[in-house]
């Protein structure tokens, strides 16, 4: 559970997530929208499918993976939110399509 | 001073097999081996069990394959009683994919050799077409250039991680020692007895097994073994977790129970430098992506370069000293595919002195009557 | 990419940003590749933007922060080839870079290489450190930077370490609701630092600063504990809370956000990757690469600056990265050895100074061994593979005698963070097991990419 600042008030941007809109400031990653949207967890682990969501938000951790787009396993730490973008949870393994 | 029956001085796949089977035997087996950063080609092999390819020039060592694969079941199956440990075992056959006419072409003619060879013996690889190769995984999107692949029913692999762990576990439950930081510095043979000196003490017993992999060239000489093998380096490519996509086992594109993807067959006479080389990997990643163009989008998490074990005719090495009895080498590229075998009839040999028909084969004295003649 | 820069730099914190711009002044064509999309590095993280906006934010972030303004625009107007959002997956010790950007993998090979890749969080692997709701203190610092975000409901800060203290003070600057800070640092270390008095007083400010923060966070009403031990965050699905000993009893504190911090250590990953020459920093306990005095490493042409050589914070990282750079201006005979050792001594001197309050700082947050070696069984060390404390010891147990075969036996850093966050967690457990001391166990032998590459792009890759 995360909040803005009241200076945080630009939220021009809006993508989806899950099939939900989600409304971000320019220039967050993905990672930080998504969590001040209190999504519960960003990603389930390949081993044991607990539930994660981003722990070290500078590119280290990859516990903030997520399909970006369509692409599994991103960094959603390192990815700047754009209008329309697709994401959701990395459930698992990725799978392997075309 | 520790004594015991046999010394196992290695503790990879094939050590770690063969003393596994020691122990089983009855034996009263310490396995040596040494630390953390040492070439290490158990930690950094394919996982293969494989026959289709072994026995160029030496028949009964494809036969000797075949003769382990069939015992895998079983082996896997004591393993995971013994260890609790499931190596993840898959048989049913594996392939080789062929790439273009000219790799078929060449396949074909290997095939045509090996049947030759065998004489009406054992060798079952055929090949099959792009249809045939569909079938094993009906939802797989073939490259355009696969032509086909070569299949054997024999073939199939295993987790060589898992396999390690598995050994080491269950031959310490059984009472067997293992014990590492012990690299080994001589091997004295006086009367019946053998003594092995390392830095953290000495050990001594009737029996000493050489499976120290690239050490191996150093310690023969000690007990009047000669052991011609030579570095030759692979790398190895391996993805990240994807769900389950290679339902099967094939020769250089793997996926792991785990589901990460393992990729290699590169080929490089570089000495014992296993680095990794931009180069290469490229070369392996675009086979791969060739073969499975669904592949271009997994991620890449590690490389590494393991160096192989290769006797001149690629052929094992299972020998007994002629000068200082109770000391033998048991040497291969092919630690995984002989795990079973080795736990299993090597070890035999090496405890009661019985031999299998034909293993007089694996001696080193055959390259003695090479460089003779 | 044909043109061959004089030098490349790898990472654009303050240590990357410095020697950029002291490289450029000297006519060196200088190429700068960092993962972020932003110059800055995490300590001055979205520092252009933050300083063009009067906020709030700027206020709660601090002098120290905006400190990093001036540099960011000193690198701005710098003739730099600056590419944000690359990530460099490979480094040869022919200074050869590889790296994907916008999708594209590449390769640049530069005549002389300076890394400036900064520090991390260390890991806390306490029982529960996996649930969501719980992140690093230094991650939720992030969010404040970047995004203007902090935790929503009750908020227990957990460990050690000066920016513990930072963004706890931060946080309740911001409004957020802090309902306590447990402080595994012991009384011991504090008594322990006494011995070291004649740094602090050379670095009187800096004692008086982090007195002002504590003195703050008090007087907002956040109950501070001192020297808890047992530590886990509590929850199953998600974090709930705390529990920890403090004085003779255990207690429980709920919570929604539990942010864990216990100092940062530096990013080994390519100097690993390198294989260059490593040392064990006993104290701090982590590795940094073995560096001369202008920050060379054991392999000709590659240098470090900034965090990524060892702990010393961000203006000292400043300074490192503008030695460095003039060392490398030296070496490509750009300017003589007299200019470089003129140049520098300004900079070696505060150099001096900045090292100076080391010993006290390492004396005050040594980390804590409850934390440094999990006790539980059950605790996941290795966050990637799910592997606990006592597959760890199992390994040991088996024969493993260093993280490399710990990692065949148990997968723990094979998973995509290549053991970031765990390595120095399962070299501790060895040590602790063997009775022997790290720097005897060693550590992951870190092989490449560094981060992860597809198949797609290595197989399109023109180096």
């Given amino acids: 559970m995360y909040k803005r600042l009241p200076e945080g008030d630009d939220l021009s941007v809006t993508f989806d997530f899950e099939g939900e809109s989600v409304s971000a400031r320019p220039g967050d990653t993905v990672a930080a929208a998504i969590l001040v949207s209190d999504a519960g967890h960003t990603r389930t682990t390949p081993v044991t499918g607990a539930p994660r969501l981003p722990y070290c938000m500078m590119g280290v951790c990859f516990d903030c993976l997520m399909e970006i787009d369509g692409v599994p396993n991103q960094q959603a730490c390192l990815v700047e939110v754009r209008d329309g973008m697709r994401v959701k949870r990395q459930v698992g393994a990725r799978g392997v399509d075309e | ?373 | 990419m044909s043109t061959e820069p004089d030098l490349i730099i790898i990472g654009a914190g303050p240590a990357g940003q410095a020697a950029a711009v002291e490289a450029a002044s000297h006519g060196l064509s200088v190429l700068v590749l960092d993962e972020q999309s932003q110059p800055g590095g995490q300590i001055y993280r979205n520092i252009a933007r933050n300083a063009a906006n009067e906020s709030k934010l700027r206020d709660i972030l601090g002098r120290d922060y905006m400190r990093g303004a001036a540099l960011a625009r000193e690198f701005e107007k710098a003739d730099i080839d600056y590419r944000a959002g690359a990530s460099v997956w490979q480094v040869d010790p022919n200074c050869a870079v590889s790296f994907t950007h916008n999708g594209t993998a590449s390769q640049v090979t530069g005549r002389r290489l300076l890394i400036a890749t900064g520090a991390q969080e260390r890991p806390v692997a306490i029982p529960g450190w996996t649930l969501p709701g719980v992140m690093g203190a230094g991650a939720a610092q992030v969010l404040l930077k970047s995004s203007g975000v902090v935790p929503m409901g009750r908020i227990v800060v957990v460990g050690s370490g000066p920016l513990l203290l930072l963004v706890t003070q931060q946080l309740v600057d911001a409004g957020a609701d802090v309902v306590a800070m447990l402080e595994t640092t012991r009384t011991a270390d504090y008594l322990a630092a006494a011995g070291t008095l004649p740094g602090a007083l050379r670095a009187p400010e800096y004692l008086r600063k982090g007195m002002a923060m504590r003195r703050r966070v008090k007087a907002a009403g956040v109950p501070i504990h001192s020297g808890v031990r047992g530590l886990a965050v509590l929850g199953s699905e998600t974090a709930k809370g705390v529990r920890f000993g403090h004085g003779g009893a255990m207690q429980e504190v709920e919570a929604d956000t539990v942010l864990l911090h216990e100092g940062v250590v530096p990013n080994v990953q390519i100097t690993r990757q390198l294989w260059c020459d490593h040392e064990w920093v006993e104290p701090q306990r982590y590795w940094r690469p073995v560096l001369d005095e202008y920050y060379n490493t054991s392999i000709a042409g590659i240098a470090v600056a900034g965090d990524s050589a060892g702990i010393y914070g961000a203006e000292y990282a400043a300074v490192a990265g503008r030695i460095a750079a003039l060392d490398a201006a030296c070496s490509l005979q750009k300017i003589s050895a007299a200019d470089r050792d003129r140049e520098a001594a300004p900079l070696l001197k505060q150099r001096a100074k900045y090292q100076a309050i080391r010993p006290l700082l390492d004396s005050l947050f040594r980390p804590n061994p409850e934390i440094l070696t999990p006790a539980d069984d059950d605790t996941i060390v290795c966050r990637c593979e799910e592997v606990s404390a006592g597959a760890i010891r199992e390994g040991v147990r088996l024969g493993a005698t260093g993280p490399n075969q710990l990692k065949s036996y148990m997968r723990c850093g094979m998973g995509p963070c290549q053991g970031r966050f765990c390595g120095l967690t399962v070299a501790e457990i060895i040590a602790a097991e063997r009775g022997e001391s790290v720097r005897d166990v060693g550590y992951y032998r870190i092989r490449p990419p560094i981060k992860p590459v597809t198949l797609g792009e290595l197989a399109a890759f023109d180096d």
Wanted: charged content about 20%; glycine content about 10%.
């Fill in chain 2, 1 to 373: 001073m520790q004594s015991a029956d046999v010394i196992v001085v290695g503790g990879g796949i094939f050590g770690s097999a063969v003393g596994y089977g020691l122990r089983r035997e009855g034996l009263n087996v310490v396995i040596l081996d040494e630390g953390d950063n040492v070439l290490r080609a158990s930690r950094g092999n394919f996982g293969l069990v494989w026959t289709q390819s072994k026995g160029v020039g030496v028949h009964r060592y494809h036969e000797w394959s075949c003769e382990s694969a069939a015992l895998y079941p079983d082996f896997a199956a004591e393993l995971l009683e013994y260890s609790d440990i499931d190596v993840a075992y898959r048989g049913g056959g594996g392939v080789e994919l062929l790439l273009g006419d000219d790799e078929l072409e060449a396949r074909k003619q290997f095939i045509s050799n090996m049947q030759k060879q065998a004489a009406g013996s054992i060798f079952d690889c055929e090949i099959i077409d792009r249809q045939e190769l569909q079938k094993f995984a009906p939802d797989l999107t073939l490259g355009e250039e696969l032509v086909g692949a070569s299949f054997s029913p024999h073939d199939g692999d295993v987790n060589p991680l898992l396999l390690l762990r598995a050994l080491h576990t269950a031959f310490d439950r059984r009472g067997g020692r293992y014990l590492t930081n012990r690299r080994v510095d001589s091997i004295d043979h006086r009367g019946s007895d053998f003594t092995v000196h390392t830095a953290q003490g000495d050990f001594t017993a009737a029996k000493v097994v050489l499976a120290a992999g690239h050490g191996a060239p150093r310690l023969g000489p000690m007990v009047g073994l000669n052991v011609p093998i030579r570095p030759q380096r692979g790398q190895v490519l391996i993805t990240e977790r994807a769900r389950p996509l290679f339902p099967f086992a094939m020769g250089s594109i793997r996926q792991t129970n785990e589901g990460t993807v393992q990729l290699g067959n590169s080929k490089e006479e570089v000495g014992y430098d296993d680095g990794t080389s931009l180069d290469v990997t490229r070369k392996i990643a675009t086979r791969a992506v060739r073969c499975f163009p669904q592949l271009a989008g997994v991620r890449l998490v590690r490389t590494w370069g393991c160096i192989r074990i290769l006797t001149p005719d690629m052929a094992a090495i299972y020998d007994e000293s002629a000068t200082c009895p109770g000391a033998y080498v048991v040497t291969s590229h092919s630690g995984v595919t002989l795990a079973a075998i080795n736990a299993a009839h090597v070890a035999r040999w090496i405890a009661h002195g019985e031999m299998q028909p034909g293993f007089e084969q694996f001696s080193a004295q055959r390259f003695d009557v090479q460089a003779a003649a």
